[in-house]
């Protein structure tokens, strides 16, 4: 056998390991998508949530807002039309259901999970 046959027959088993090799790590990774996939929807999930919980939170910081500016243009002494009285609890209102809302989806007191 002459060195280049040599050669060619060692660069053809080196082919061969890593055409082995790489198959070997497609069966493994395609083993892993669905393990991996499903990391990746919690993950999302938890984003979403925390969002979410975010948003309504923000809602909420908006809607105390709202409710503060219109009681702090009653005037002390002065009547408030039924307009302005009807907006003030229907902001109330609102607020509250806000509340009861997050409320029912984050009970008081409840502590965090501890970080992993």
Do not use: C, W, Y
Not at 62 to 76: E, F, K, R, S, T
């Amino acid at each position: 056998m002459s060195q280049i046959d040599r050669k060619l027959d060692l660069i053809i088993r080196l082919l061969a390991g890593l055409h082995f090799k790489a198959n070997l790590e497609r069966k493994e990774l395609m083993a892993l998508q669905p393990e991996v996939q499903d990391l990746v929807d919690k993950v999302a999930a938890n984003t979403n949530a925390a969002q979410a919980a975010a948003d309504a939170l923000k809602a909420e910081q908006l809607q105390i807002a709202d409710l503060q500016a219109q009681i702090a243009n009653i005037v002390p002494g002065q009547p408030i039309d039924a307009e302005d009285l009807a907006a003030i609890k229907d902001a109330a209102a609102k607020l509250g259901e806000t509340n009861v809302a997050l409320q029912t989806a984050v009970p008081a007191n409840t502590p965090a999970a501890p970080p992993t």
